[in-house]
């Protein structure tokens, strides 16, 4: 199946467009503000290990492609039945929704190979519910895995020591909002709070932390049923949701779902099983071998990179660069694009930016783009003036117009392929100038504290390149 978004039609009405940039000045930079409980305790007593020796003082673009060159000569050159294929399109069997995390990559964890995995990547692994003004990137991920791709099971998945359900459970009602995002996107999961308050207040701080990142899963598959190609999938019986949650103290991890009967329920189940047994291997060859790497992990993460990929399941940056747990604070969407700010639109960007800058101190935020992208070729296939066709694919594209309209200016004469080619450079470039409306961002590079990078992986040729604006 191709990655192209060729999506049944669905009736949008038009929404209003909010302001961008304009919002930054309404609140000052939260980064003197981080002994809030909100963010404490985020760096750990110890760093963690780093990876491969050969890793450990390399710059942090030389590390990347180091790790990249690694990953092409051990896995992308050895194995073309694989990546071969891939090149034509994805047809991944998940829609996965995890933490941006450092320490809990699901395609490391549970085994996932490239083009199994259709991921997105946020604060706490929340998805809202549905909201055409706001949640545009949560949304269009949805859309697209579930209307082009045809996923057959959506997993969203916790893990234990999550910071953003530590923030969720340190939020105090009536309380004003101390950071830009960080408040807002947690929120998603008001509900899961409530409940653990009330079901299980004799538990201490951590032990309700421990339940609420489980029932902030079940609020998220409630979420879900909110999207109606989610639910029109659910009632044909083409679609299953799932739970998971990882813990990485213990190395477990657990899947649920509602009871449901029929081949689609086996089919599921066998689903499951997969990513379980992915998991089983993981644990085994991994986790168990390597306690150097883990048992630090478990206090706290100290991420180097925040990194912004695509949800593409063939582009995972964990695998093609060969990230270590621990190595990389990762959110992925469509088209791994970064949205100017906005406080009203775009929470979980703004709040994975602010949490990655002003509490993890990461070091480098890079922005990777990919060859064959399906949200660049709906951003190009755009024609001005004509009404959206879809509830939010259009909408979170078009964050990459200043970038189409140069392409179409500069290489009017070239062909729709290599247009699309040059804008998934370009594209990035719009995204790296947009992460300079943030504050903390602006605040991070004054300082020398903090670096931009553009990347682009071709996976047809094999290539990863970089560079700096």
Known sequence: MSGCLCLPCYKKAAAPKEGGSSAAAAKPSPIDSLTSS???????????????PSFKSMDAVERLKSGFDQFKADVYDKRPELFEPLKAGQAPRYMVFACADSRVCPSVTLGLQ???????????????????NRYAGIGSAIEYA????????IVVI???????????????DGAPDTFHFVEDWVRIGFPAKKKVQTECASLPFDGQCDVLEKEAVNVSLENLKSYPFVKEGLANGTLKLVGGHYDFVSGKFDTWEPLTFGVL??????????????????????????????????????????VFACADSRVCPSV???????????????????????????????????YAVCA???EAIVV???????????????????????HFVEDWVRIGCPAKKKVQDEHATVPFADQCSILEKEAVNVSLENLKTYPFVMEGLGKGTLKLVGAHYDFVSGKFETWEP
Request: charged share 20%; hydrophobic share 40%; net charge positive.
């Open 320 to 354: 093609t660069l060969g990230l270590q747990p621990g190595e990389a604070f990762t959110v992925r969407n469509i088209a791994s694009m970064v949205p100017a700010y906005d406080k009203t639109r775009y929470a979980g960007v703004g709040s994975a930016i602010e």
């Open 360 to 362: 993890l101190k990461v």
């Open 146 to 153: 579930v209307c082009a791709l045809k996923v057959e099971v």
């Open 368 to 390: 990777i783009g990919h060859s064959r992208c399906g949200g660049i070729k709906a951003l190009l296939s755009l024609q001005d003036g004509a009404p959206d066709t879809f």
């Open 38 to 52: 909100l963010l404490q305790d985020q760096k750990p007593t110890h760093l963690p290990p780093p990876p491969p």
């Open 114 to 132: 490239p083009g199994e995995a259709f991921t997105i990547r946020n604060i706490a692994n929340m998805v809202p519910a549905y909201d055409k």
């Open 265 to 306: 329920f086996l089919q599921a189940m066998d689903a499951v099983e997969r990513l379980k047994s992915g998991f089983d291997k993981f644990k085994a060859d991994v986790y168990d071998t390597k306690p150097e790497l883990f048992e630090p992990l478990k206090a706290s993460q100290s991420p180097r990179y925040m």
């Open 158 to 172: 916790g893990h234990s020591r999550c910071g953003g359900i530590k923030a969720l459970l340190s939020l105090q």
